[in-house]
């Protein structure tokens, strides 16, 4: 007996798989045509990570026919009319499937905020996975990368949610390894409209190799880098309070940032407690004197503009004042 599982229960069982260090590989079933209740109730009961769902109380799993739907009190049956969709097994327990992760991807475009669904694509592609619990994280392979993951939404046309799933691609990248890095890139590459600062998006944990020198010195063949531009040779560091609060780890931090400086990269460091970075890295950015420079203080020029406590001077008055100044300049002289 195999079940195919859907929407959010289909993510809990891919975030169970990888946080065992399981890669989700793809099977050559499709999506199975009958299901029996006593045998789809067994599965569910065995696999005790899946949570049922707040309003219905159910799992959702998925079907290819309508005549494949049953009554259960346990589960709610979706029909899938593409046959085309091909299924990934997962590890334990045997017999549950979840979707391709494309259609997974915008089954969840559906039902999800449209900044939830990025940091899920960020999730997918990057090399992390919350718990099922929503708990913490774990460091994990990767399910996916962007490139893939947007092949398989394209091929998905007249599917409901198909379009709010390719939006919100644009604004996923890969590689990222936690979700407070996947956080830090969303709020400062997101349009403004949408609550970021509009700066082009980094290459996430990026490598780099340093020279004989600095390795000898370091004791590391390579670096990687949080957050990197490399056309503007800038990095941006997330220190989480954890890891970089104690005085030895600040210093080696001190030591790696004076080595990217030896290869011209301008490091940033980012932690809760620092919200004066991205001022000056949105002026590295920009060029002096230009729309998008003067874009950045547009925050405090909209607190110098007068409220309807403070009196504002007419429009009509102007042309008044300059008769006034010219006729001055005319009897002065």
């Not at 620092?274 to 607190?303: M, V, W, Y």
Request: include cysteine.
């Amino acid at each position: 007996m195999a079940i195919c599982l859907s929407h959010i229960s289909a993510l809990q069982a891919l975030r169970e798989t990888r946080s065992k260090g399981c890669r989700p590989k793809e099977a050559r079933k499709r999506i199975p045509k009958s299901t029996s209740i006593r045998e789809v109730e067994a599965l569910i009961t065995k696999a005790g990570f899946l949570r049922p769902l707040p309003p219905e109380g159910k799992v959702p799993i998925l079907v290819s026919s309508q005549s494949s739907r049953s009554k259960s009190t346990k589960t709610v049956t979706h029909v899938c009319a593409n046959n085309a969709v091909a299924t990934i097994a997962l590890a334990k327990p045997r017999g549950i499937f979840i979707p391709n992760l494309g259609f997974l991807f915008v089954q969840l475009a559906q039902c999800a905020p449209f900044l939830t669904l990025i940091e899920i694509g960020y999730e997918l592609c990057g090399s992390y996975t919350i718990l099922p619990d929503e708990s913490t994280f774990i460091q994990c392979e990767p399910a996916a990368n962007r490139n893939h993951l947007a092949k398989e939404t394209r091929a998905l046309r007249g599917m409901r949610g198909r379009e709010i799933a390719m939006r919100a691609l644009q604004f996923v990248a890969d590689n990222s390894a936690s979700p407070m890095e996947t956080k830090l890139t969303m709020f400062l590459c997101l349009k403004r409209t949408m609550g970021g600062y509009g700066l082009p998006f980094p290459k996430l944990n990026f490598p780099i190799e340093p020279t004989s020198a600095a390795r000898k010195a370091a004791h590391k063949q390579r670096y990687v880098l949080d957050l990197y531009w490399p056309k503007r040779k800038i990095d941006v560091e997330y220190d989480s309070d954890r890891e970089h609060s104690d005085a030895s780890r600040a210093l080696r931090d001190v030591h790696r940032r004076n080595i990217f400086l030896s290869y011209g990269v301008k490091t940033f460091g980012r932690n809760s407690n620092n919200g004066n970075a991205r001022a000056t890295l949105q002026c590295s950015f920009f060029r002096p004197h230009s729309k998008d420079h003067r874009n950045i203080n547009r925050g405090k020029i909209a607190e110098n503009k007068p409220t309807l406590d403070q009196p504002k001077t007419d429009a009509s008055l102007r042309p008044i004042e300059k008769r006034n100044k010219t006729e001055r300049k005319g009897n002065s002289t």
